[in-house]
């Protein structure tokens, strides 16, 4: 079948790094993204990883290894505005997304 | 980015009654748009595929006589709730996949926030 998971909660301080893991096991792949999602907001994109290989955009880094089925987020200097549920997704071979139950991100000061 | 509009933002409706749900690709058409549902603390759950022209396909438990869906443009899909309970309160999230989009990334709209008395 089919399988995401990502740890359910996380807990940083703020200025710190945190890295979110997420696994998966889907019938084809095309594509893994990460959304933020703040409470009672819809989920906005972060990044898509199709490649091996790390993918940097400002504060966020996303990391992929298709061999191994693994993925991770990579939050650095961190703010309280980054108190949010992440979300691991994965595209299958018939451009489904596949969704992970989210890690909620708890950053104290 | 692509953007999604979602309208109504939030609605409170009586129970036995019906409601739509209207999502809109505002810069960009959508061949595939896609219904998802929100429950508190839970992870998106994705109730249909809409394709423009053609009848949705519904994941297992979601009934397509409650949850109907219409997507008569590419760039328009609504949700109607039909005989809404309070069981059907939740967060409906529409997204839309772009005709040719390079990531096949999908657009999200803000959500509609459903509270059945």
């Known amino acids: 079948g089919q399988n995401i998971d990502q740890p359910t909660e996380m807990t940083a301080t703020e200025g710190a790094i945190v890295q979110i893991n997420c696994t998966y096991q889907?019938?084809?792949?095309?594509?893994l993204f990460w959304y933020q999602q703040h409470a009672g907001e819809a989920p906005t994109f972060l990044s898509y990883n199709v490649l091996d290989g790390l993918e940097e955009k400002g504060r966020f880094s996303s990391f992929l290894s298709r061999s191994k089925g693994y993925s991770y987020l990579l939050l650095k200097e961190l703010q309280m505005k980054d108190s949010a549920s992440y979300l691991c997704?994965?595209?299958?071979?018939?451009?489904?997304?596949?969704w992970g139950a989210g890690t909620k991100l708890i950053i104290k000061p | 980015g692509a953007v999604v509009s979602q309208h109504p933002s939030w609605v409170i409706c009586k129970s036995g009654t019906s409601v739509k749900i209207e999502c809109r690709s505002l810069d960009f058409q959508a061949t595939t748009m896609f219904w998802y549902r929100q429950f508190p603390k839970q992870s998106l759950m994705l109730m249909a595929t809409s394709n423009e022209g053609s009848k949705a396909t519904y994941e297992q438990g979601v009934e397509k006589d409650k949850f109907l869906i219409n997507h008569a443009s590419l760039t328009l899909s609504t949700l109607t709730v039909t005989s809404a309970h309070p069981e059907d309160s939740s967060f409906y999230i529409c997204?839309?996949?772009?005709?040719?989009?390079?990531?096949?990334?999908?657009?999200f709209g803000p959500g509609t926030r459903l509270t059945v008395l």
């Open positions: 997704a994965c595209m299958d071979s018939n451009y489904q997304l596949i």
């Open positions: 997204s839309a996949r772009a005709l040719a989009g390079e990531i096949n990334e999908q657009f």
């Open positions: 889907t019938s084809g792949f095309n594509g």
